[in-house]
């Protein structure tokens, strides 16, 4: 059977032929090999059949990573890993707050401010060159989901009422100058389309084109705990807990790891993956 007649079930529940470029470009994305892609491709192609769905092939493929390189695999299961930093959505703040500090703002997370109207409680806020954004963050913690037209509708009326009042404070040094909606996700046409038309900046998972949340944990290495295969599940919500979102972070602070009583070895092992991952 030729795989491009094969129809593959996405988490949207929308069919697409499968694409054999697509997982080619998925697993050199991450930095595997070519003898490795080539591997993995043959191994899935084998297996396809009619109605599979993007969930079993991308499990497939994070198996047989997992096996020959497990730093790969975690950059494999980055989509994932951020769906596990739920189910609340406040971890997914504070992963946006690392991911913008190490951009260069400075940021504060779940900060109350007043409106023209009525106080607002905000995600994020950051700050940079005298001029100051208000972050909304949209998490969804289960596949397919995506932020309709209502999402930047809402945001959109909020920062306008914190704006009339922030830019009319003579306390504010900084300029309040751009309303954010960032979602793990992806938009609809009618978000972006809304999005852009009253200037807010949209960030999703996809969005904007090469420089959406993907691209930018892979160009900086700011990988979610989430994304290792060596760490439990109950360690990771410790470490969450402890506001360690990023794999960095436990570079840094791997002491919580002896909180944790992990043995010396193991601590070696993950703190190597770690590592790899962040330099690569």
């Known amino acids: 059977m030729e795989t491009n007649t094969i129809d593959i079930i ?28 080539n591997q993995i491709v043959d191994n899935v192609r084998d297996e396809l059949y009619q109605g599979i769905s993007t969930k079993e092939i991308y499990n497939r493929a994070f198996a047989l ?42 940021t504060e997370v779940g900060t109350i401010l007043q409106g023209q109207c009525v106080t607002h409680e905000i995600d994020v806020m950051a700050h940079k060159n005298n001029k100051t954004s208000v972050i909304e963050c949209k998490f969804h913690n289960e596949e397919g989901l995506k932020c309709n037209v209502k999402v930047p509708l809402y945001i959109n009326s909020r920062y ?91 570079v840094g602070d791997a002491f919580y790891l002896d909180h944790l009583g992990v043995s010396e070895i193991r601590k070696e092992k993950i703190l190597k993956e770690i590592k790899m991952l962040c330099n690569n």
């Not at 470029?21 to 930095?31: C, H, T, V, Y």
């Not at 003579?170 to 609809?188: A, D, E, I, P, Y």
């Not at 999703?204 to 295969?229: A, Q």
């Open 10 to 37: 996405k988490s949207s529940g929308e069919k697409v032929k499968f694409s054999l470029d697509k997982l080619k470009a998925s697993l050199r994305r991450i930095g595997a090999d070519q003898q490795t892609v």
């Open 65 to 106: 990573l997992k096996k020959k390189k497990s730093y790969l695999a975690s950059k494999y299961k980055l989509k994932k890993a951020i769906y596990e930093l739920g189910p609340t959505g406040f971890p997914f703040e504070h992963f946006i707050s690392a991911i913008l500090k190490y951009s260069g703002y400075k």
């Open 160 to 250: 306008n009422d914190v704006k009339a009042f922030w830019n009319g404070n003579s306390k504010n040094r900084n300029t309040l100058t751009k309303g954010w909606v960032v979602t793990n996700t992806r938009f609809t046409d009618a978000a972006i389309q809304y999005g852009n038309c009253v200037n807010l900046y949209l960030l999703s998972w996809d969005y904007p084109k090469n420089d959406g949340l993907k691209e930018r944990i892979d160009r900086l290495g700011l990988y979610p705990i989430t994304v290792s295969t060596l760490l439990t599940n109950r360690e990771k919500q410790f470490l969450l807990s402890r506001d360690v979102v990023l794999c960095r972070q436990l």
